[in-house]
Nanobody
Framework: QVQLVESGGGLVQPGGSLRLSCAAR????????MAWYRQAPGKERELVAR???????NYADSVKGRFTISRDNAGNTVYLQMNSLKLEDTAVYYC????????????WGQGTQVTVSS
């Protein structure tokens, strides 16, 4: 069983920064990729950023140049550094992890609220 523990959400003013963390705990032999999604009220869940086993990253166009995804050396914790936050970044952010390979089991975190407001 794998559990994803998220932290770091909160309230921030426009232009501010937040750092989200997600730790994967349990019996984990390999991780194919780790990612962050978000879902704003009334909208579908969307991919924000993903980092693969090999360290390749991809980002949603709306966050390029402002957000950075990274992993710790052990590879079981993923971070999302969010800078220059905008009102439209307000959403619940979810951590997402796929194990082993492209068809491996997929796990989701419980979500953490990020609110950008003046």
């Amino acid at each position: 069983q794998v559990q994803l523990v998220e932290s770091g959400g909160g309230l921030v003013q426009p232009g501010g920064s937040l750092r989200l963390s997600c730790a994967a705990r349990g019996t984990i032999s390999s991780i194919e990729y780790m990612a962050w999604y978000r879902q704003a009220p009334g909208k579908e869940r969307e991919l924000v950023a993903r980092i693969t086993r090999g360290g390749s990253t991809n980002y949603a166009d709306s966050v390029k140049g402002r957000f950075t995804i990274s992993r710790d050396n052990a590879g079981n914790t993923v971070y999302l550094q969010m800078n220059s936050l905008k009102l439209e970044d307000t959403a619940v952010y979810y951590c997402n992890v796929r194990l082993y390979n492209a068809l491996g089991p997929l796990y989701w975190g419980q979500g953490t609220q990020v609110t950008v407001s003046s």
